[in-house]
Protein backbone atom coordinates (compact mmCIF):
# COMPACT_ATOMS: atom_id res chain seq x y z
CA UNK A 1 0.00 0.00 0.00
CA UNK A 2 1.37 3.57 -0.74
CA UNK A 3 0.21 6.70 1.05
CA UNK A 4 0.50 10.25 -0.82
CA UNK A 5 -0.40 12.97 1.16
CA UNK A 6 -0.80 16.57 -0.35
CA UNK A 7 -2.74 19.70 1.74
CA UNK A 8 -0.09 20.91 4.00
CA UNK A 9 1.21 24.67 4.11
CA UNK A 10 1.31 27.78 6.40
CA UNK A 11 -1.89 29.23 7.79
CA UNK A 12 -2.65 31.90 9.99
CA UNK A 13 -4.15 30.75 13.67
CA UNK A 14 -8.05 30.55 13.38
CA UNK A 15 -7.38 29.07 9.68
CA UNK A 16 -8.60 26.00 8.02
CA UNK A 17 -6.62 23.12 6.25
CA UNK A 18 -7.75 20.36 4.39
CA UNK A 19 -5.07 17.62 4.19
CA UNK A 20 -5.87 14.45 1.63
CA UNK A 21 -4.42 11.33 1.61
CA UNK A 22 -4.49 8.84 -1.51
CA UNK A 23 -3.90 5.20 -0.92
CA UNK A 24 -3.19 2.79 -3.72
CA UNK A 25 -1.95 -0.66 -3.44
CA UNK A 26 -3.57 -3.45 -1.93
CA UNK A 27 -6.18 -1.19 0.28
CA UNK A 28 -9.12 -3.95 0.14
CA UNK A 29 -6.85 -5.04 3.35
CA UNK A 30 -7.08 -1.85 4.95
CA UNK A 31 -8.72 -1.53 8.62
CA UNK A 32 -8.06 1.53 9.67
CA UNK A 33 -6.61 5.11 8.28
CA UNK A 34 -5.42 7.62 10.56
CA UNK A 35 -3.28 10.74 10.73
CA UNK A 36 -0.67 11.29 13.07
CA UNK A 37 1.48 14.35 13.47
CA UNK A 38 4.64 15.24 14.84
CA UNK A 39 6.06 18.54 16.61
CA UNK A 40 9.69 19.43 16.98
CA UNK A 41 10.78 17.24 19.56
CA UNK A 42 7.86 15.69 20.66
CA UNK A 43 6.67 12.06 20.21
CA UNK A 44 4.65 11.40 17.19
CA UNK A 45 0.70 11.32 17.95
CA UNK A 46 -2.68 10.15 17.23
CA UNK A 47 -4.70 13.02 15.88
CA UNK A 48 -7.98 11.51 14.14
CA UNK A 49 -8.88 8.08 13.10
CA UNK A 50 -11.30 5.87 10.52
CA UNK A 51 -12.17 2.98 10.51
CA UNK A 52 -13.20 0.72 7.27
CA UNK A 53 -17.13 0.79 8.93
CA UNK A 54 -16.79 4.67 9.09
CA UNK A 55 -16.20 4.86 13.18
CA UNK A 56 -13.99 7.37 13.72
CA UNK A 57 -11.78 8.78 16.94
CA UNK A 58 -10.09 12.04 17.57
CA UNK A 59 -7.32 13.04 19.94
CA UNK A 60 -9.07 15.29 22.93
CA UNK A 61 -6.88 17.80 21.26
CA UNK A 62 -8.12 18.32 18.23
CA UNK A 63 -12.20 17.48 19.01
CA UNK A 64 -14.49 19.95 17.69
CA UNK A 65 -12.09 21.09 15.45
CA UNK A 66 -10.85 18.43 13.03
CA UNK A 67 -12.61 16.21 10.74
CA UNK A 68 -12.35 12.69 9.15
CA UNK A 69 -13.42 11.57 6.32
CA UNK A 70 -13.06 9.34 3.45
CA UNK A 71 -14.31 8.64 0.06
CA UNK A 72 -14.14 5.10 -0.71
CA UNK A 73 -14.72 5.82 -4.55
CA UNK A 74 -11.20 7.58 -4.48
CA UNK A 75 -9.16 5.42 -2.18
CA UNK A 76 -8.84 8.74 -0.16
CA UNK A 77 -8.76 9.71 3.17
CA UNK A 78 -8.99 13.39 4.50
CA UNK A 79 -8.51 15.34 7.78
CA UNK A 80 -10.50 18.97 7.65
CA UNK A 81 -8.81 21.56 10.35
CA UNK A 82 -10.47 24.21 11.06
CA UNK A 83 -9.67 26.78 14.16
CA UNK A 84 -6.19 26.21 13.70
CA UNK A 85 -3.47 27.06 16.56
CA UNK A 86 0.20 27.09 16.77
CA UNK A 87 0.21 24.05 18.88
CA UNK A 88 -0.99 22.49 15.83
CA UNK A 89 2.32 22.93 13.90
CA UNK A 90 3.46 19.68 12.95
CA UNK A 91 4.46 17.54 10.62
CA UNK A 92 1.56 15.48 9.53
CA UNK A 93 1.66 11.56 8.28
CA UNK A 94 -1.22 9.42 6.55
CA UNK A 95 -1.10 5.89 8.56
CA UNK A 96 -3.21 2.80 6.82
CA UNK A 97 -2.82 -0.52 9.29
CA UNK A 98 -4.71 -3.83 8.59
CA UNK A 99 -6.41 -5.55 11.44
CA UNK A 100 -4.97 -6.01 14.42
CA UNK A 101 -2.31 -3.67 12.51
CA UNK A 102 -0.04 -6.98 11.22
CA UNK A 103 0.75 -4.69 8.25
CA UNK A 104 1.26 -0.88 8.79
CA UNK A 105 2.05 1.46 5.96
CA UNK A 106 3.12 5.59 6.36
CA UNK A 107 3.20 8.23 4.28
CA UNK A 108 5.97 10.48 3.88
CA UNK A 109 4.44 13.41 5.75
CA UNK A 110 3.05 17.13 5.06
CA UNK A 111 3.89 20.10 6.98
CA UNK A 112 1.90 22.08 8.85
CA UNK A 113 2.61 25.29 9.88
CA UNK A 114 0.39 27.71 12.08
CA UNK A 115 1.76 31.34 12.58
CA UNK A 116 0.19 33.37 15.42
Known amino acids: VQLVESGGGLVQAGGSLRLSCAAS????????MAWCRQAPGKQRELVAH???????NYADSVKARFTISRDNAKNTVYLQMNSLKPEDTAVYYCNAYTYGRLKDYWGQGTQVTVSS
Open 25 to 32: GSIFSIYV
Open 50 to 56: ITNAGTT
